[in-house]
């Protein structure tokens, strides 16, 4: 989506994609990564989800980046975490003990930025970007992903057809084809949350899949 559609959002806050709780698949299946707790965390598109703050609780150093930055400011508000800001390039760089972002866009983020990460974790990040951006992304993401390093990645797959993205579907098959190329890719969980989801189900849309993923960079 253009940068503008994601600002709109947030200036509205229209941001039903944000939880209000911890990510059920993230506190399941975490774990399995085997990542070491001091280890850092890059979280791509991070808004201001509570599943920075479960990392760092973890003992993760998580890294975040996100475009927006009263998006940013909001999470370092109401998680009552006092931090400071500083321009770097075309980022701002937000600094408190375990959760930094780098506010600004993830395309010009260097790799040298996430060289040390041990973990990412990917939930609504590769799901909100259209077919016609997706596998850019994707690209991207490689680059910023160190070899060896794991990763989750959470996804929502539905008929398409039926429904208005994003967030957009993203199949098994789409993750195998796209993906495969950088990393390799173990399917850890599959489960239909259409019943938790109103939206998809007012506008008829027959079923809803989460999927978790572990992910390790080739
Ligand atoms: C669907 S939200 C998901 C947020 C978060 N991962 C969560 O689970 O709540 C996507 C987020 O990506 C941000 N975003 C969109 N384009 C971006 C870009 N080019 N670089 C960095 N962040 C971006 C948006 O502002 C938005 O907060």
Known sequence: MEPNFWHDKWHQQLIGFHQASVN???????????????????????GKSLDMCYLAELGHNVLGCELNLSAVE????????????????EHQFFDCEQVQIWQGDIFTLAPKITQDISGFYDRAALIAWPESLRQAYVKQLAKLIPQGCRGLLVTLDYPQETLQGPPFAVSPTWVE?????????????????????PRFIKKDVPWLNESAYLLKRK
């Open 24 to 46: 059920a698949l993230l506190l399941t299946h975490w774990q399995q990564l085997e990542i070491k707790p001091q280890g850092q965390v890059f979280v791509p598109l991070c």
């Open 74 to 89: 909001q999470f370092y508000a109401e998680n009552q975490l006092t931090v400071t800001c500083e321009p770097i390039g």
């Open 177 to 197: 084809t796209h993906l495969s190329e950088y990393f390799d890719i173990t399917l850890l969980a599959c489960r239909d949350v259409l019943d938790d989801n």
